[in-house]
């Protein structure tokens, strides 16, 4: 029998608000423990919340750009539960009417082959607001205590409940990429999962092919990286199915994603799952958005990812796989834009952006903002060797050069005497010492093994450090090898 | 003259005039609570050095010819669940007697901005739960008029004071009654202003839509001084009414004649003690005499007030008082580091019995299942109450009824049924369900000399007009 996965996914995103969402504490990352804190958001005696408007404003930011419809009421709601990093003993959310519902994101299931174009649509179910907890930290030792820090405490985050239309962790894994796009578009969120500004909690279950009734779910936490969402959901799926496989039945639980060992463990089942006891937050007032608002909100929104994508196509005449490439990020895609102020053939920017540059980015496992070359660089260097100054090999070099010193490529190519040797005369004479010192091979290749062909060019290459424009050196060398 | 007899707006022209100091005054205050504060329990913390460089200060300022508030030397007692910095706040409960906040509340800080001179911090039933103030971890407070007898709760401490002359005026809370019922049983003016008028910030919250800080005053001249300065928008507390401030001690001679008040027959039925009934009708018929005109009006949800009441406070207590768990302030046990044996045994020492009892019920109602036969079923009610009072001053202006069933009842009488002692509560949660604002006023005494109380209640932010009223009340019964 063939199952099908079924899965959900809680997104929770902090929101890079300069102050928290009920005090005016910052949201600074990495302070020392308890710096930022005051009574509200420490939930003393008496203390009263008081809704950060800048929340509102970007969560609409988030609706709005997956379409989705914003209540124009809506209410805080308290959730009840006991343990020490969370002050008050309950955290604001949003329960019963929340922020907004519907809405959706597309997702490009294409794998890069541009020919079998196949997007599907992932439902959002809802959007709300909520304030973040604080941090316990567990020491463990022979007299282990648990200390907390509250500067995480009353950070807002933003909830995004996708409908369970996900069918594999790979469309999970391009869905929270899909997330993390807009998010980072819209500037409203750190996106960083291993620092847990996103968060993502999966609910999954499994049936038969063609069976309409839902499988019993269980609900997997703790996943830190997107890798990890897709690992566990692998995991939990394969598990699942191996139950049902041996004729056994899938309990309704909550279940930990462990990273280090891959696997999941139990943690509660949902019989024994706290009640949280939910009610209207009577400490805060209906949170009222009106239209007008909206669409203040709407005009300062920045063009959107497919937007974007769809213009570079028209304007660049790019191949799609490089406009979705270049559009991946917003940081990416200005460094193209800009970039093409200074150098106006599109599809070789893109090719070197595709190439040289996404790689410096994965080797070192930065954000092309850390990158020292500047757009108008990278442009002057592709310039040179439209000019014929230097060869693209040597671009290359150049290239790693720049990003590691911050250097133009002018300036590199001079010091370094890397310019292109262009003289026919120059050129010949060193073929001419090349084919004189390997004579056999010479009339190895004139007896048809032209395959030496490429040894030469390497030896001229070779002698000349790289040096010889390489169109001519071919020419050269044909026309030298006729005889 | 024993200054701590005196009003407010009497104190206030003798310091003005220089006549007497705000040290005297203070002194004198002081005085009567160190012969009989003891006896009366109406204190938990005496801030007595505080409140002497206050006064100090405000005297100080007076002879340099600097402006001063309106309250400029003036005593005032706190309710201990009402946050003055730096000094104790420990709600009546155990678990909080070691708490003092770094922050005042936005009444007191407006209390301060007028040069107010705070006193002390009133003991009360613990977190305002219970109404004969034997909740309390600090032991109950006696009624000044026959010690046996409770001063009414929860802001018992602050009643009491005034009615001993421990203070000139007093702040208290008022979630279902805790202003209005300890002023009725101490013969005290209480007023508990429209639900948003005051701000919340720094009161400690028992449940939080029903909560509001109230004055209670030796006469309603005095109420409107302390409202004046207390009242106004705070951004701090989102459910604050935006509204500019107002002084409520203006004028008092404007003609009431077309005032209509209604008399809520289902507030006069069983239940009642005969006297307290007859001197509230002959408090109305005074009234009358003056030329308001009465009319008997229908109020059929009045039954239901406490149901309603009691389900939503507790829900709502259960949640508010989920942060005392001994993790980071307040009382903690040292029996145990285990999490939850630590949380069950700080919260199960900690909270007094009324406490508890609430917390649990109110739990319950919240819980999965429970939900909407009890809690929501109890704010569609809380609606239909609202409806009632929205029909009833469609007629009138004002509503008159007894403040309490009964006048004060002795120490221990109803300590052990907590559903007869609700019943005290019986007149005056509608006004907290409704959000209106309603006062207490003396209204004449029992046989055995014990104050009764009358209640006139409002419509919302009619609190200007209703200290008239209530003033031409107050003129009338003394003559």
């Known amino acids: 029998m063939i199952y099908e996965a079924i899965i959900g996914l809680e997104v929770h995103a902090q929101l890079l608000t300069d102050s928290k969402i009920f005090c005016g504490c910052s949201t600074k990352y990495g302070s020392p423990p308890n710096a930022q804190t005051c009574p509200v958001c420490l939930g003393m005696p008496g203390v009263l919340p008081v809704l950060n408007k800048k929340t509102v404003e970007y969560a609409v930011k988030m609706v709005l750009a997956v379409g989705g419809r914003i209540n124009e009421e809506s209410f805080f709601a308290r959730k009840n539960y006991f343990y020490p990093d969370l002050p008050k003993g309950y955290q604001i959310s949003q329960y019963e009417k929340p922020l907004a519902y519907g809405g959706f994101v597309e997702i490009d299931l294409s794998h890069g082959k541009p020919k079998v174009k196949r997007n599907k649509r992932i439902k959002i179910e809802r959007i709300h607001l909520e304030e973040d907890a604080g941090k316990s930290i567990h020491i463990e030792n022979k007299d282990s205590k648990t200390l907390v820090d509250m500067n995480r405490c009353g950070v807002p985050l933003m909830e995004i409940v996708s409908q369970p239309d996900l069918s594999s962790p790979e469309e999970a894994y391009l869905y929270l990429g899909k997330l993390k796009q807009l998010l980072e578009y819209l500037e409203i969120c750190g996106c960083n999962m291993e620092q847990g500004n996103l968060r993502c909690d999966a609910n999954v279950s499994v049936r038969p092919e063609g069976e309409k009734n839902l499988g019993i779910k269980t609900e997997v936490k703790n996943m830190n990286s997107f890798k990890g969402v897709e690992k566990a959901l692998n995991y939990e799926i394969e598990r699942q199915i191996d139950i049902l496989k041996s004729g056994g039945r899938i309990k309704h639980e909550t279940l930990l994603w462990d990273e280090e060992k891959e696997k999941v463990s139990f943690m509660r089942t949902k019989e024994v799952s706290p009640d949280y006891r939910y009610f209207p937050e009577p400490d805060l007032v209906k949170l009222v958005v009106k239209r007008d608002w909206i669409e203040k909100i709407k005009r300062t929104l920045p063009e959107l990812p497919d937007h974007k994508k769809e213009r570079f196509l028209k304007k660049y005449k790019i191949p799609e796989y490089d406009a979705s490439v270049l559009t991946s990020s917003k940081n990416l895609a200005d460094f193209y834009e800009e970039g093409l102020k200074f150098y106006s053939a599109p599809k070789i920017l893109s090719n070197w952006i595709m190439g040289e540059v996404l790689r410096e980015l994965r080797e070192k496992r930065c954000e092309i903002g850390d990158l020292r070359i500047k757009p108008e660089d990278l442009a002057g260097l592709l310039m040179l060797v439209d000019d014929g100054i230097i060869s693209g090999k040597i671009a290359k070099d150049v290239f790693k050069e720049m990003v590691d010193t911050g250097r133009k490529a002018k300036e590199i190519v001079k010091e370094k005497g890397l310019v292109q040797v262009t003289d026919k005369g120059q050129i010949e004479k060193v073929v001419e010492e090349v084919l004189k010192k390997n004579k056999e091979n010479v009339n190895e290749y004139l007896s048809g093994k032209e395959k030496l062909f490429g040894f030469f060019i390497g030896e001229v290459m070779k002698k000349t450090k790289g040096k010889a424009d390489p169109k001519l050196v071919n020419q050269i060398l044909k026309e030298k090898l006729k005889r | ?479």
């Open chain 2, 1 to 479: 003259m024993e200054l701590n007899h005196l009003r407010a707006w009497e104190l206030k022209k003798l310091l003005e005039s220089r006549e007497v100091s705000s040290r005297e005054v203070l002194e004198s205050v002081l005085d009567r609570i160190k012969s009989d504060g003891k006896s009366i329990n109406s204190f938990i913390t005496l801030m007595e050095d505080g409140a002497q460089k206050a006064a100090l200060k405000v005297d100080k300022k007076r002879s340099s010819g600097k402006k001063l508030g309106a309250l400029a030397g003036i005593p005032v007692v706190v309710k201990d669940n009402i946050c003055v910095k730096d000094n104790l706040c420990t709600c009546g409960s155990g678990i909080l007697k070691n708490f003092i906040p770094p922050y005042d509340a936005t009444a007191v800080e407006l209390l301060k901005g007028e040069d107010a001179v705070i006193v002390g911090k009133t003991n009360m039933d613990e977190f305002g739960m219970g109404s004969s103030n034997e909740n309390s971890y600090f032991g109950p407070v006696k009624n000044p008029y026959d010690l046996k007898r409770t001063p009414g709760g929860s802001s018992g401490g602050s009643a009491a004071s005034l009615a001993s002359d421990m203070s000139i005026l007093a702040l208290g809370s008022d979630t279902g009654g805790s202003v209005r019922l300890p002023a009725s049983f101490c013969g005290v003016v209480g007023l508990k202003p429209t639900y948003g008028l005051v701000s919340r910030y720094g009161l400690v919250a028992f449940a939080s839509s029903l909560d509001q800080v109230g004055c209670l005053t030796k006469d309603v001249k005095d109420c409107a001084m302390l409202l004046s300065a207390v009242a106004g928008y705070d951004q701090r507390d989102s459910t604050s009414i935006n509204i500019v401030r107002k002084d409520y001690t203006k004028s008092w001679e404007d003609d009431l004649k077309d005032i209509k008040i209604g008399v809520p027959k289902e507030y006069f039925g069983g239940g009642l003690n005969k006297e307290v009934k007859e001197n509230v009708l002959k408090g109305i018929e005074a009234l009358e005499r003056e030329g308001f005109k009465t009319l008997e009006v229908s109020m059929p949800g009045t039954d239901r007030s406490i149901a309603v009441y009691y389900v939503l406070c507790m829900a709502e207590a259960s949640s508010n008082l989920a942060r005392y768990d001994g993790a980071r302030y307040g009382f903690r046990t040292k029996e145990t580091f285990d999490l939850d044996l630590m949380y069950k045994k700080t919260r199960t020492k900690g909270f007094g019995d009324e406490v508890k009892r609430r917390i649990i019920l109110g739990t319950y109602v919240l819980s999965k299942g429970y939900f909407k036969a009890y809690y929501q079923k109890a704010q569609k009610v809380r609606t239909i109450i609202k409806k009632d009072f929205d029909r009833a001053f469609e007629k009138v202006d004002f509503l008159i009824t007894p403040t309490s069933p009964t006048t004060a009842f002795k120490l221990g009488e109803k300590i052990e049924d907590p559903l007869t002692m609700y019943l005290s509560d019986v007149y005056t949660t509608s006004a907290n369900l409704t959000g209106i604002p309603a006062i207490s006023l003396p209204c004449g005494k029992d046989s055995f000399g014990l104050p009764i109380g009358l209640q006139i209640m409002g419509k919302p932010l009619s609190e200007e007009l209703l200290l008239k009223v209530a003033y031409t009340f107050e003129q009338n019964l003394k003559r």
